[in-house]
Nanobody, 116 residues
Framework: QVQLVESGGGLVQAGSSLRLSCAASTRGASFAVMGWYRQAPGKQRELVATITRGLTQTYADSVKGRFTISRDNAKNTVYLQMNSLKPEDTGVYFC??????????WGQGTQVTVSS
């Protein structure tokens, strides 16, 4: 059973930076896609950023230019560098990964709180 373990969340002031990490328990074949989603209180989970095995990146419009996703295929680890954080970035951030087909794998989530 693959497990994803996130780290790096915390409480910061607006304008600060945080770096999230997500490590998979497997060191086998690298995932086709890895990414980050977030869920704010009372809202649905939304996509933040994804990155393919070939390093193609996609971002939500709300984080473009501020967040950068990267990965280490050999370690099956994905990172999210978050700069210029805003209060609206507050939420639980979930790591996601999948191979070419199901199932999807999710981490347990890490809390990011940005104070104004």
């Amino acid at each position: 059973q693959v497990q994803l373990v996130e780290s790096g969340g915390g409480l910061v002031q607006a304008g600060s930076s945080l770096r999230l990490s997500c490590a998979a328990s497997t060191r086998g074949a690298s995932f086709a896609v890895m990414g980050w989603y977030r869920q704010a209180p009372g809202k649905q989970r939304e996509l933040v950023a994804t990155i393919t095995r070939g390093l193609t990146q996609t971002y939500a419009d709300s984080v473009k230019g501020r967040f950068t996703i990267s990965r280490d295929n050999a370690k099956n680890t994905v990172y999210l560098q978050m700069n210029s954080l805003k209060p609206e970035d507050t939420g639980v951030y979930f790591c996601h990964a999948r191979y070419l087909g199901p199932p999807d794998y999710w981490g347990q989530g890490t809390q990011v709180t940005v104070s104004s």
